[in-house]
């Protein structure tokens, strides 16, 4: 049976970038580019987009484009035996589309909340006390907050219709998915730079500080956001890509995607610290006492500057559901660029039905997260986010350690470039064979050594263990039992 095919080579690239740009544009981004020289960090930024972003972008398209199976399959035509890595991908993928989905569940009951900007008064009491009813420590569970369960619900459905028939729906979906939170952004920048004292905020974003450009944890902060920004190391660009035609312009939607997703990282920042200055200027604070990043940043910090918005309620609530509604579209499309990615995967190697395997993994992914929407959902969701940026990073290392040692990166240079309409040169080999392993190395040395000198959030170790290093080992161990569960089934099958 002939691969599903999207339309045309745009609507690929719309949810390329829809994948790409999600939450950590708007609440990862701008704090990182603060914390980390301001105007300086740019160069940092652009140096491990050039080196590692946008190679390790091309060679996921090569996977998915040249040999049309996911990462699933695609890996163990590189080489016997490699499709592991897709498998173990694909477990970070799943890990993180568990979490994900309740965050936007968060998302869907701060839209209903905007209506009477409930919060107002006491953001950070409303978020933690009223939304999230955070317990005291990760083992106490508490109980299940219904509120979000119903949100996180809300999340899985709408991710249900828009894959369950394939990337036909899914790349007309993106043009609203993508479309609408700019024009949004967009919005929401032109009344945050015309609010007093929003210079002041941009100002912190982006005076630059050279200094830290010698610091080299600016450099793997750097690395660090390309990687989770791209969408890299979870499968999902080979997953879509793999639904291009084989003669595919390989470089310049590499480019394309890249580019769009980091201008509007940049833009966001403008509506986080104008923002922010706002907030900073009228409550008589300098802005790094205001500042902040992650939920804190969206959900109470945020809220609470449009909370003294001035205009009144009304305005209040329509920016209210102007941020809020932005938030889900941005998380949407990463939202089910993950689950897509999960599909594929499942769908190339056993050979189900799109629409059974959809069924499962959404009715799975949804009943899973109900850990998430408990009293200790926060701490969970922290510590799971913390441990699965090891899998990408480890992801990202072997699959640049295949290419660049296991096979001939000049065949791949090759091929890549007689079907794009911008060529690489050598730089390219150079990066995957010796630059992207080396830094992803280099990350994962120092940040291996900063986990045991400085425990994560102060959780207990049982919980690090549960929730980071076992369930790494056990997506790893996992993801081996998948591959030889195939390789059998298709030896079985004479294939
Ligand atoms: N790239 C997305 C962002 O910046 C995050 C994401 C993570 C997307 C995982 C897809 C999968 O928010």
Redesign the pocket.
């Known amino acids: 049976m002939a691969r599903e095919k999207w339309n045309n080579q745009f609507a690929f690239i719309m949810a390329a970038i829809g994948?790409?740009?999600?939450?950590?544009?708007v609440w990862?981004?701008p704090y990182m580019a603060y914390d980390n020289g301001g105007g300086a960090f740019f160069i940092p930024y652009i140096l491990a987009l050039l080196t590692t972003g946008v190679p390790l972008l091309i060679l996921e398209y090569y996977l998915g484009v040249r040999k049309q199976v996911g990462p699933t399959e695609s890996y163990g035509l590189i080489r016997k035996n490699a499709n592991y890595i897709g498998w173990f991908s694909l477990g970070i993928?799943a890990m993180?589309?568990i979490y994900?989905t309740v965050i936007m569940g968060w998302a869907w009951n701060y839209m209903y909340h905007s209506f009477h900007v409930n919060w107002s008064g006491d953001a950070s009491g409303f978020f933690y006390n009223n939304v999230l009813g955070l317990s005291d420590g990760v083992g106490n569970l508490g109980g299940i907050r219904w509120p979000i369960v119903f949100g996180n619900l809300l999340t899985w459905v709408s991710i249900f219709l828009i894959v369950f028939k394939g990337v036909k729906v899914v790349g007309k979906v993106v043009n609203w998915t993508v479309g609408v939170p700019w024009a949004l952004l967009l919005l929401i920048i032109i009344r945050g730079i015309t609010l007093k004292g929003s210079l002041t905020g941009l100002e912190y974003y982006l005076r630059p500080d050279f200094s830290k450009l010698l610091e080299p944890s600016v450099w793997l902060a750097a690395y660090g956001q390309i990687f989770?920004?791209?969408?890299l190391g979870?499968g999902?660009m080979i997953a879509y890509s793999s639904y291009l035609p084989e003669d595919s312009d390989i470089n310049g939607s590499s480019w394309i995607v890249a580019f769009s997703?980091c201008l509007t990282?940049f833009f966001a920042g403008f509506a986080v610290f104008s923002i922010l200055g706002y907030l900073a200027v009228s409550t008589n604070q300098p802005v790094s006492e205001v500042v902040a990043s992650g939920p804190g940043l969206a959900f109470v910090t945020y809220p609470t500057a449009i909370a003294k918005l001035p205009g009144g309620i009304v305005t209040q609530a329509i920016f209210g559901l102007a941020f809020f509604f932005m938030l889900l579209l941005?998380?949407i499309d990463?939202?089910f660029?993950?689950v897509e990615a999960i599909i594929t995967g499942f769908k190339d190697s056993f050979n189900f039905k799109r629409e059974t395997v959809t069924f499962w993994v959404t009715l799975l992914g949804f009943i899973l997260g109900t850990l998430y929407c408990t009293y200790a959902g926060l701490y969970w969701l922290d510590i799971v986010d913390h441990w699965m940026n090891w899998g990408l990073v480890i992801v990202g290392l072997l699959e640049s350690i295949l290419i660049g040692w296991f096979y001939d990166p000049h065949k791949v240079l090759e091929d890549v470039n007689s079907t794009s309409s911008i060529k690489l040169n050598g730089f390219w080999i150079f990066s995957i064979k010796y630059l992207t392993p080396a830094i992803l190395l280099i990350t994962l040395i120092s940040n291996f050594y900063t986990e045991f000198s400085k425990p994560y959030g102060g959780y207990p170790l049982w919980a690090r263990l549960v929730g980071g290093w076992f369930l790494l080992l056990a997506i790893f161990i996992l993801s081996i039992y998948l591959q030889k569960l195939v390789r059998n089934k298709n030896a079985k099958l004479g294939k």
């Open positions: 994948s790409a740009i999600g939450l950590g544009n990862r981004f993928a993180i589309t994900y989770f920004s791209l969408s979870f999902i997703n990282s941005l998380g990463s939202a660029s993950l």
